[in-house]
Each structure stands twice: as C-alpha cells, then as structure tokens.
C-alpha cells in the first residue's frame, strides 16, 4: 500500500550484458518494454522512481521503478489523485 492506495509495481533496467548501459538505452528500453506490455493507463499512474544500483562487474546501472493502481475502476468514483491522498498540514 502507498500513501492509502493500493498498487502494484515493478521495475525495469537494462540486462547486464548490454553493451550500452547509458540513460538513453535505458529509457529507449523502458519504453519498448511497456509498448511490448499490456499499457498501463496514464490514469492509473502513482508514481515512477529512478535509481542505480552497482552490479557485480563495478558497473553502475539504472532500474525505473513504476508504481500503479491495477484495480477495475469505480465508474461512480472520481479519479484518483496520490497528491489529494497526502495529509493536509
């Protein structure tokens, strides 16, 4: 659960062996493997993260992490905001 909703996710990054670990690769990747994928809708987008990670060889590399709401749609209820979900203060 994130922030009140709940939500499935999953993260994305360049197999080991690319010869191109750059960010351009990556995001090339990211967005042939969710044009590849049944699309999510920008509707039920909560949020994309982004971080490196070292990998065994010293190489650092990249891993998008997107985090969205899977549940069948209320078509009574309005559209989920994860900024209207925050505590007000």
Same mark, same amino acid.
Request: net charge negative; aromatic share 8%; charged share 25%.
């Given at each position: 659960?994130? %922030?009140?909703? /709940? ?6 990054? +360049? &197999?080991? $062996?690319?010869?191109? %670990? ?5 995001? @090339?990747?990211?967005?042939?493997? /969710?044009?590849?994928?049944? *699309? ?10 982004? $971080? ?18 899977? @549940? ?6 309005? &559209?989920?905001? *994860?900024?209207?979900? +925050?505590?007000? %203060?």
């Amino acid at each position: 659960m994130t %922030q009140g909703y /709940l939500c499935k996710h999953f993260s994305i990054g +360049l &197999p080991d $062996n690319a010869e191109d %670990q750059s960010l351009t690769a990556l995001f @090339r990747h990211v967005a042939d493997t /969710l044009a590849d994928d049944d *699309p999510i809708s920008m509707d039920d987008m909560i949020a994309i993260g982004f $971080n490196t990670e070292l990998g065994d060889d010293a190489v650092y590399r990249g891993v998008f992490t997107i985090v969205f709401d899977d @549940r069948d749609p209320d078509p009574t209820a309005p &559209p989920l905001s *994860p900024v209207s979900s +925050l505590p007000r %203060q």
